[in-house]
């Protein structure tokens, strides 16, 4: 938001410096105007180095990374199942 900022600050910083009449007692508005144009432009350049130097510091990939991912099959259970034998002389339970 550096550079949006900046912009607002110089278009309210001219609006003050051309467009308004008004006079304060120990205070000009002209000059506040051109204070506040001079801190956007200082903002304005300041965020423009910044995307300038993010975008020049990033370097060519030397190799693409590929992503080797192993997937495993869960083991098998091994159910055992144990059978009672019942003997046909003996009583239903």
Not at 60 to 81: G, K, L, N, Q, S
């Amino acid at each position: 938001m550096t550079i949006a900022g900046s912009i607002i600050l110089i278009m309210l910083g001219a609006i003050l410096t051309w467009a308004v009449e008004f006079d304060l007692a120990g205070l000009d508005i002209n000059v506040v105007g051109v204070i506040l144009m001079l801190g956007g432009l200082v903002g304005l350049l300041f965020g423009i180095y910044r995307i300038t130097v993010t975008r020049r510091a990033v370097g060519p990939i030397d190799e693409p990374v590929h992503r080797h991912e192993v997937y495993e099959e869960p083991e098998a259970r091994r159910t055992t199942v144990y059978e009672e034998r019942r003997h046909y002389d003996e009583p239903p339970l």
